[in-house]
Nanobody, 126 residues
């Protein structure tokens, strides 16, 4: 049974940093991609970043490129999203998700994901 548990959200001032964690279990990471999505009130869900388990290749949405970094800890079966230089427009519920994928990371955010975590709230405000 696939399980994804996010943590690390909170309230931070503009320009600050947060690190989100996604603890994963129940699947073989090397066969999958893990992605971070976010959804702000009244807006559509947006793909943020993904990491392909096969080769740890990564991809970022333009809105977060250069500010966010996705990484993995194999020993802990955990994926992280380091978020720096946060802006008020980054405020959203952040979700991690996974699906089978061994292709290029640049296609990762466009896939159909069937396994999702419960989400963690990130609020950027002064």
């Amino acid at each position: 049974q696939v399980q994804l548990v996010e943590s690390g959200g909170g309230l931070v001032q503009p320009g600050g940093s947060l690190r989100l964690s996604c603890a994963a279990s129940g699947f073989t990471f090397d066969r999958n991609v893990i992605a971070w999505f976010r959804q702000a009130p009244g807006k559509e869900r947006e793909g943020v970043s993904c990491i392909v388990g096969r080769d740890s290749s990564t991809y970022y949405a333009d809105s977060v490129k250069g500010r966010f970094t996705i990484s993995r800890d194999n020993a802990k079966n955990t994926v992280f999203l380091q978020m720096n230089s946060l802006k008020p427009e980054d405020t959203a519920v952040y979700y991690c998700a996974t699906t089978f994928w061994r292709g290029r990371a640049e296609y990762g955010l466009g896939l159909s994901y069937e396994n999702w975590g419960q989400g963690t709230q990130v609020t950027v405000s002064s």
